[in-house]
């Protein structure tokens, strides 16, 4: 049932909007290093907005697919968080975005 899954928690969809931005590379540990330079970005754009969260970067469920490395980044938010991804000039390489996805994985 959802609510064994935690989705009926105040900091989940549908009470909070959430983005997910997954990363994937062939070498690992520019995927992390990757990841990991991309949430701070984030981070340092959300630093003015109150209620903007930056989670990660994290591993999905599935981490590896096809020879490539997957990360996360979650962004959540009572509003749009796809307005923090406005902000940036533009979204860099290799970056797939989900708004409100369905699952983590």
């Known amino acids: 049932p959802p609510r064994s899954r935690g989705w009926t928690r105040p900091e989940h969809p549908p ?11 062939a070498n690992v540990t520019y995927a992390v290093e990757e990841a990991a330079r991309f949430a701070e970005e984030l981070r340092t754009l959300a630093a003015g907005r109150p ?3 930056v989670l990660g970067p994290l591993v999905p469920g599935v981490a590896r697919v ?36 369905f699952t983590l994985d």
């Open 51 to 53: 209620g903007v969260e």
């Open 15 to 25: 009470f909070r909007r959430l983005v997910r931005l997954l990363f994937s590379h």
């Open 66 to 101: 096809r020879g490539r490395y997957r990360w996360s980044v979650l962004v959540r938010s009572a509003d749009d968080p796809t307005d923090l991804l406005r902000d940036l000039d533009t979204l860099p390489p290799g970056w797939a975005i989900d708004v409100d996805p």
